[in-house]
């Protein structure tokens, strides 16, 4: 075994304990959500899924701009290792994107009464989805490793500086014909015991996106260093 | 900057030369246009929603789609007998050849969607006295942006296996805001809505331009550059 | 007091000055650091087995590709630099870089263009000229016979008359009488004073021509340097090589 195979394994299993850790840190926030966070006063219980939607949007978010940052970083450097970790980072957030599209319906069926709405989250969210799957798309239909790394980069810069126009015109939209909202954003003085359960949410979001990221990296790492170990 | 401009003519003659020709992309991406108005023009409940009320959207979603089917062709032409390294040889920015396939790709996209306006207006009997002049600059405004970001992708793609699926599928995100802007404008000026409803889209389309034309030059030489 | 600098007659560099090419992605190497110089009047013969590299090398000379580490001087400029730095070089490949579409008269016109040429017509007309089918001018290249689109295309590659020329496999499935005919006109270049930098895989043709011999292998130079020995001594070395 090489000692890049070592690195590599070293860097799954840090990668999964961190998750192991989000996993955790994401039990302590249902905890907290639904046992010491107070309740509501207009919309009752079913807003506290405000601390799962917001934070599970903005992890596929993040994840989306590091894709594009890292792009633009490997275009700049053409480190190989600037496209494993935009690759990583995309497929996170790609599981990211899928499971707050799918949760959030399945949440809100029985809640909302309705299995969709166009609020600016979930838009945004279906947009990334669509976003990392093309990346993922094109990158699954480029052999030379060169060619798919220049692809990449350029798809995710262009991908990132996408998100906010799509959200102003889609904001813009929806200003013009307002839909039921279902889930109004946080009242402009959140109590303290709200803040704190949505901050908390989004950091154990961002620890979970980071040991994703972290695992499949080193899983890369290791199928490259495999690949090389044949060859050579 | 006078050579950037000569290559670039001298690349978007090439195009439209070829295309001249053969014919045969302009053809089908005009005959897609009209089928997906007549398409449109049945695939409603008549009595709940009038032809009036789908109109902007009939519109720029034949003008979206047939874009991208147009798109395709651009750099596909390239791939026969390796000319695009023969492009790649001159001594000539790849900005330049950039500008050149975006200029005849606009050329090409904006001649479809003049034969799919008159169209249009046949189909859904739309009156468009007054609102023809705002229509076509907003087209011109809206293709501008998105025929930037489908050349890029359109270089792209013509080297995957499945082209004509990849590059719909990685463009059609960047057609939402000139759709969203595109389809907001046109129903305002058909309804007669004054000036300034209309003001704020077409702010956000002329930025969307400008923003995605830079890029798209600015990153097109990342794509040539083995 | 006369400096011994001072007699010595300013230098021309180089046609062709490639040093340490490298190309790597990752832990894959196409080319390992290698150099080649190329002066007026040289035919560089490169061989070697396939996925050695031959076709990256070139394309790294024609500025087609960008080197991982290492320079490519195109008359003493650096070809990374700036695009016009491109002029001074051609390649003929196996591909004709025509459009089936347009004319002969059409595609060397473009070309030209290209290249900016102060005529493009009269270039291309000369291209034509040159080539032997000036008849055939307006025919669209799409009905051109495989042995008129390569006079085309070798028109096309020395329209703009460059110093250096790329050749990738120039004699691969020509009949005997086209073969003839380009290696006459590769050497007409080389007597020129043009620098040639020739691929090939099949070496029997090539060896007249050329004046350097090279050995790609793996990525780097199994042998290199002046065209010493026979044909034979070069093919042997190359089994050599190969079975070691």
């Given at each position: 075994?090489?000692?890049?195979?070592?690195a590599?394994?070293?860097?799954?299993?840090r990668?999964?304990?961190?998750?192991?850790l989000?996993l955790?840190g994401?039990?302590?926030?249902?905890v907290?959500a639904?046992?010491?966070?107070?309740v509501?006063?207009?919309?009752?219980?079913?807003?506290?899924?405000?601390?799962?939607?917001?934070?599970?949007?903005?992890?596929?978010?993040?994840a989306f701009?590091?894709?594009?940052?890292a792009?633009?970083?490997y275009?700049?450097?053409?480190?190989?290792?600037?496209?494993l970790?935009?690759?990583s980072?995309?497929?996170?957030g790609?599981v990211?994107s899928?499971?707050?599209?799918?949760t959030?319906?399945?949440?809100?069926k029985?809640?909302?009464g309705?299995?969709?709405t166009?609020?600016?989250?979930?838009t945004?969210?279906?947009?990334?989805?669509?976003?990392f799957?093309?990346?993922?798309?094109?990158?699954?239909?480029?052999q030379?490793?060169?060619?798919?790394?220049?692809?990449?980069?350029?798809?995710?810069i262009?991908g990132?500086?996408?998100v906010?126009?799509?959200?102003?015109s889609v904001?813009?939209?929806?200003?013009?014909?307002?839909?039921?909202?279902?889930?109004?954003?946080?009242?402009?003085?959140?109590p303290?015991e709200?803040?704190?359960t949505?901050?908390l949410?989004?950091?154990?979001?961002?620890?979970?996106l980071?040991g994703?990221?972290m695992?499949?990296y080193?899983?890369?790492?290791?199928e490259?260093a495999?690949g090389?170990?044949?060859?050579g | 900057?006078?050579?950037f401009?000569?290559v670039?003519?001298?690349v978007?003659?090439?195009?439209?030369?070829?295309?001249?020709?053969?014919?045969?992309?302009?053809?089908?991406?005009?005959?897609?246009?009209?089928?997906?108005?007549?398409?449109?023009?049945?695939?409603?409940d008549?009595a709940?929603l009038?032809?009036?009320m789908l109109?902007?959207?009939?519109l720029?979603?034949?003008?979206?789609?047939?874009?991208?089917?147009?798109?395709n062709?651009?750099?596909a032409l390239?791939?026969e007998?390796?000319?695009l390294?023969?492009?790649l040889?001159?001594?000539?920015?790849r900005?330049a050849?950039?500008f050149?396939k975006y200029?005849?790709n606009?050329?090409?996209?904006?001649t479809?969607?003049a034969?799919?306006?008159p169209?249009f207006?046949?189909?859904?009997?739309?009156?468009?006295?007054?609102?023809l002049?705002?229509i076509?600059?907003?087209a011109?405004?809206a293709?501008?942006?998105?025929?930037?970001?489908g050349?890029?992708?359109?270089?792209?793609?013509?080297?995957?296996?499945?082209?004509?699926?990849?590059?719909?599928?990685?463009v059609?995100p960047?057609?939402?805001?000139?759709v969203i802007?595109?389809?907001q404008?046109?129903?305002?000026l058909l309804?007669?809505r004054p000036?300034?409803?209309i003001?704020?889209?077409?702010?956000i389309?002329?930025?969307y331009?400008?923003?995605?034309?830079?890029?798209?030059?600015l990153?097109?030489p990342?794509l040539?550059?083995? | 007091?006369s400096?011994?600098r001072?007699?010595?007659?300013?230098?021309e560099?180089p046609?062709?000055q490639?040093?340490?090419?490298?190309?790597?992605?990752g832990?894959?190497r196409?080319?390992?650091?290698v150099d080649?110089?190329v002066?007026p009047?040289?035919?560089?013969?490169?061989?070697?087995p396939?996925?050695?590299?031959?076709?990256t090398?070139?394309?790294l000379l024609?500025?087609?590709?960008?080197?991982s580490?290492?320079t490519?001087?195109?008359?003493?400029?650096?070809?990374a630099a700036?695009?016009?730095?491109?002029?001074a070089?051609?390649?003929?490949?196996?591909?004709?870089?025509?459009?089936?579409d347009?004319?002969?008269?059409e595609?060397?016109?473009?070309?030209?263009?290209?290249?900016?040429?102060?005529?493009?017509?009269?270039a291309a007309?000369?291209?034509?000229?040159?080539?032997?089918?000036?008849d055939?001018?307006?025919d669209?290249?799409?009905?051109?016979?495989?042995?008129m689109?390569?006079r085309?295309?070798?028109?096309?590659?020395?329209l703009?008359?460059?110093?250096v020329?790329?050749?990738?496999e120039?004699?691969t499935?020509?009949?005997?009488?086209?073969?003839?005919?380009?290696?006459a006109?590769l050497?007409?270049?080389?007597?020129?004073g043009?620098?040639?930098?020739?691929?090939?895989?099949?070496?029997?043709?090539?060896?007249?021509l050329?004046?350097?011999?090279?050995l790609?292998?793996?990525?780097?130079w199994?042998?290199?340097?002046?065209?010493?020995?026979?044909?034979?001594?070069f093919?042997?070395r190359?089994?050599?090589?190969l079975?070691?």
């Amino acid at each position: 075994m090489t000692s890049e195979s070592l690195a590599a394994r070293r860097t799954v299993a840090r990668g999964l304990g961190v998750i192991a850790l989000g996993l955790a840190g994401l039990a302590a926030v249902y905890v907290l959500a639904l046992g010491h966070t107070p309740v509501e006063r207009f919309q009752g219980l079913p807003q506290k899924i405000f601390y799962v939607h917001v934070p599970a949007a903005w992890s596929a978010l993040l994840a989306f701009s590091l894709v594009g940052i890292a792009g633009a970083l490997y275009l700049w450097l053409r480190d190989p290792r600037l496209d494993l970790f935009a690759e990583s980072t995309a497929e996170a957030g790609l599981v990211f994107s899928v499971v707050m599209l799918t949760t959030g319906p399945l949440w809100g069926k029985p809640v909302w009464g309705t299995w969709w709405t166009w609020d600016a989250r979930l838009t945004l969210t279906l947009m990334l989805f669509f976003l990392f799957l093309g990346y993922r798309a094109l990158r699954g239909a480029l052999q030379d490793p060169s060619e798919r790394a220049r692809f990449s980069a350029v798809v995710g810069i262009l991908g990132m500086v996408l998100v906010p126009f799509v959200h102003l015109s889609v904001y813009l939209f929806r200003t013009l014909h307002p839909q039921p909202i279902v889930l109004k954003p946080s009242s402009p003085s959140l109590p303290w015991e709200m803040l704190r359960t949505l901050l908390l949410s989004v950091g154990v979001y961002t620890v979970l996106l980071f040991g994703f990221v972290m695992t499949r990296y080193g899983l890369g790492r290791l199928e490259r260093a495999g690949g090389a170990d044949d060859a050579g | 900057m006078g050579d950037f401009l000569r290559v670039a003519i001298a690349v978007a003659a090439k195009d439209l030369r070829v295309e001249r020709r053969s014919k045969t992309a302009l053809v089908s991406a005009m005959a897609f246009a009209a089928l997906v108005l007549m398409i449109f023009n049945f695939a409603r409940d008549a009595a709940a929603l009038s032809r009036e009320m789908l109109a902007p959207s009939a519109l720029w979603i034949t003008f979206a789609f047939s874009g991208v089917i147009a798109l395709n062709r651009s750099f596909a032409l390239e791939r026969e007998h390796g000319a695009l390294d023969g492009l790649l040889l001159a001594p000539v920015s790849r900005g330049a050849l950039f500008f050149g396939k975006y200029l005849a790709n606009l050329t090409f996209v904006l001649t479809v969607e003049a034969v799919a306006l008159p169209l249009f207006v046949l189909f859904f009997g739309v009156d468009l006295s007054g609102a023809l002049g705002g229509i076509v600059v907003t087209a011109i405004l809206a293709t501008a942006g998105f025929v930037a970001v489908g050349t890029v992708f359109a270089a792209m793609t013509v080297r995957t296996r499945f082209a004509e699926l990849m590059l719909p599928l990685l463009v059609l995100p960047f057609l939402l805001p000139p759709v969203i802007g595109g389809v907001q404008i046109t129903a305002r000026l058909l309804a007669g809505r004054p000036m300034s409803e209309i003001a704020g889209w077409l702010r956000i389309l002329a930025l969307y331009d400008l923003v995605f034309v830079t890029l798209c030059l600015l990153l097109f030489p990342s794509l040539m550059d083995e | 007091m006369s400096s011994p600098r001072l007699s010595t007659p300013l230098a021309e560099p180089p046609l062709l000055q490639a040093a340490a090419l490298t190309r790597r992605f990752g832990s894959a190497r196409a080319l390992a650091g290698v150099d080649l110089t190329v002066g007026p009047g040289e035919c560089h013969l490169v061989a070697g087995p396939n996925g050695a590299g031959k076709s990256t090398l070139l394309r790294l000379l024609a500025g087609l590709a960008r080197p991982s580490s290492g320079t490519v001087l195109l008359e003493g400029r650096p070809l990374a630099a700036e695009p016009f730095t491109r002029r001074a070089v051609g390649l003929l490949s196996h591909q004709s870089h025509l459009y089936d579409d347009l004319t002969s008269a059409e595609n060397l016109e473009f070309a030209a263009r290209l290249y900016g040429l102060p005529d493009p017509a009269a270039a291309a007309r000369a291209g034509l000229a040159s080539a032997g089918l000036s008849d055939r001018a307006d025919d669209p290249v799409r009905r051109l016979s495989r042995g008129m689109v390569q006079r085309v295309a070798i028109a096309r590659a020395l329209l703009h008359g460059p110093r250096v020329l790329l050749l990738d496999e120039p004699f691969t499935g020509l009949d005997p009488q086209s073969a003839a005919r380009v290696a006459a006109l590769l050497e007409a270049q080389r007597g020129l004073g043009r620098g040639l930098v020739l691929v090939s895989h099949e070496v029997h043709e090539s060896w007249k021509l050329a004046t350097h011999s090279h050995l790609l292998v793996r990525g780097a130079w199994a042998v290199t340097g002046p065209k010493n020995g026979t044909l034979d001594d070069f093919l042997r070395r190359y089994r050599e090589v190969l079975d070691g």
